[in-house]
């Protein structure tokens, strides 16, 4: 039986952060180590280059399918587009810290990443209760 789109992309949202998280750490010397893709000896290196344009490439056709098949995202649509957008740069820039570096602000008075992630958070979870009350 086929997967659903949701089973898909839970899967995909779950490959995400295996990548992330087994992948954040290389080293300078690890991007130059042989990788064998399709029974052919690549750099690391390229294949991290070749994993974000693959992504990059499906996204484009997805937006060719939405075109194709008619269907515009409406404006809450776009919005969350954004949102999701955002959401990995905040997650990519999280990549490759340690927890200790997380919890160091970058000065005296400022926020630490883990405090602006935790801002972020409360911040997201009362404004999805708020927009879940106004609509019922």
Known sequence: MAKTSQELQLELVATSRQIAE???????EDLKKPAPWHNTDFTVRFLLHRLAGHCLDHLNQLHKVRQGIGVAQS????????????????????????????????????????????????????????IEKALG
């Open 22 to 28: 087994r992948l954040q750490r290389l080293s300078e």
């Open 75 to 130: 404006e809450a649509q776009m919005i969350l587009n954004q949102y999701f957008v955002t959401q990995a740069a905040i997650l990519g820039e999280l990549v490759g810290l340690s927890e200790e570096q997380l919890a160091q602000p970058q000065a005296e008075g400022e926020w630490s990443a883990n405090q602006v992630l935790e801002h972020l958070l409360t911040s997201q979870r009362n404004m999805l209760v708020s």
